[in-house]
């Protein structure tokens, strides 16, 4: 399938900042997404091809195509696309803040102790006349 250049580089690009890149099995959908204004099978088709020279794994679940860079990948568009060797993929990034999800639950400072400074001491003891 023929594509522009200027297409080709764009998804490139693209597909370079991102490190991964997810496409709808929809041939005849006008366009990609709202960061690639392109023919959802042109994005289809090229990243096809990167598939079958390795260049990205491909997964496939409901519908959606899920492509993510591979190291060749990534040494081939550097060299396609003229960039330096410092500059790297969003996924192959370090984040700086921690990924600490909260959970809605106060912390619990040692065992046994609640956040409110309490501790639970149940009293198990057994009464006159029950269950004896």
Do not use: C
Request: proline share 5%; glycine share 8%.
């Amino acid at each position: 399938m023929f594509i522009v250049k200027k297409n080709r580089i764009q998804v490139y690009s693209y597909l370079f900042k991102e490190g991964v890149l997810v496409v709808k099995k929809d041939k005849y959908g006008e366009k990609h997404s709202d960061e690639l204004n392109l023919p959802n099978l042109e994005v289809m088709m090229l990243l096809r091809s990167f598939a079958s020279k390795g260049y990205v794994k491909e997964g496939f679940n409901w519908q959606w195509y899920y492509y993510y860079l591979t190291n060749e990948g990534i040494e081939y568009l550097r060299e396609y696309l003229a960039l330096p060797a410092d500059v790297i993929p969003a996924t192959l990034k370090k984040s700086t803040a921690s990924a600490v999800v909260p959970s809605g639950r106060p912390e619990r400072s040692e065992k046994g102790k609640s956040a409110h400074g309490g501790e639970f001491k149940p009293n198990f003891e057994k009464k006159d006349g029950y269950r004896s």
